[in-house]
């Protein structure tokens, strides 16, 4: 099956720094991928959605300027967490897929903020 | 909109054990449905599909039948081992027919735990 790649898997920052998350996938080329962060209770938020050459779209709720998302390429996403804070300590997870098919998820980032 | 539902956890079962989690859509359309499992500090995992009315999707033992009529996709599992402990989310995705992207919605997930 196609394959996403999330790096890094675990990353420890300090408050106010920022901090950039890839999104790729390997074998298969994605025009969207999505970002999901999960939570303590193992809930699964919709983040936003990136779009190959344009800009996200967030869900309501998700501060644009503080989780830049960029899709520079139809194989790379990133999300970048902007001025993080301890709040913003979580599980990313990105996804694609291709044309009707089930998504495909990278293997998770641990954030954490000290 | 799209919405899943599932059962809460956890569930906890002994070895060989029989499993059913039990998991209802609402959706308008045809929508494709999954099971998707996460083990302890990983990402998700596709565990089995079905992408319409009727069919069973199956894989390591475990199977989920696409219910129409009643809007489910109920996971089973006859045997559970300690190796399925992990949490297993339900998930739709709509087609979309002018192709691209797929949004998926996601059940709110069921940790199972296995004790030997």
């Known amino acids: 099956g196609a394959v996403v790649s999330q790096h890094p898997s675990r990353v420890i920052c300090k408050s106010g720094t920022s901090v950039k998350i890839e999104c790729r996938s390997l074998?298969?080329?994605?025009?969207?991928m999505f970002w999901y962060r999960q939570f303590p209770k193992q809930s699964l938020m919709l983040m936003a959605t990136?779009?190959?050459?344009?800009?996200?779209?967030?869900e309501q709720g998700v501060e644009k300027d503080k989780f830049l998302i960029n899709h520079a390429s139809l194989t790379l996403s990133t999300l970048t967490v902007t001025s993080a804070h301890p709040e913003d300590s979580s599980f990313y997870i990105c996804?694609?897929?291709?044309?009707?098919?089930?998504?495909?998820f990278g293997q998770g980032t641990r954030l954490t903020v000290v | 909109g799209d919405s899943v539902t599932q059962m809460e956890g956890p569930v906890t079962l002994s070895e060989e054990a029989f499993l059913t989690i039990n998991c209802t859509y609402t959706?308008?359309?045809?929508?494709?449905l999954f099971w998707y499992v996460q083990y302890p500090g990983e990402g998700l995992q596709l565990l089995l599909k079905?992408?319409?009315?009727?069919d069973k999707g199956s894989n390591k033992g475990f199977e989920a039948t696409y219910r129409k009529e009643t809007t489910s996709f109920h996971l089973e599992k006859g045997s559970v081992q300690v190796s399925d402990s992990a949490v297993y989310f339900c998930?739709?995705?709509?087609?979309?027919?002018?192709?691209?992207?797929?949004?998926?919605?996601f059940g709110t997930g069921t940790k199972l735990q296995v004790i030997p």
């Open positions: 996804s694609a897929s291709k044309m009707n098919t089930e998504a495909f």
């Open positions: 074998d298969f080329q994605a025009t969207t």
């Open positions: 990136s779009n190959e050459g344009s800009k996200a779209t967030y």
């Open positions: 959706a308008t359309g045809y929508p494709s």
């Open positions: 079905a992408t319409k009315a009727d």
């Open positions: 998930a739709l995705i709509r087609p979309s027919f002018s192709g691209g992207y797929q949004k998926v919605t």
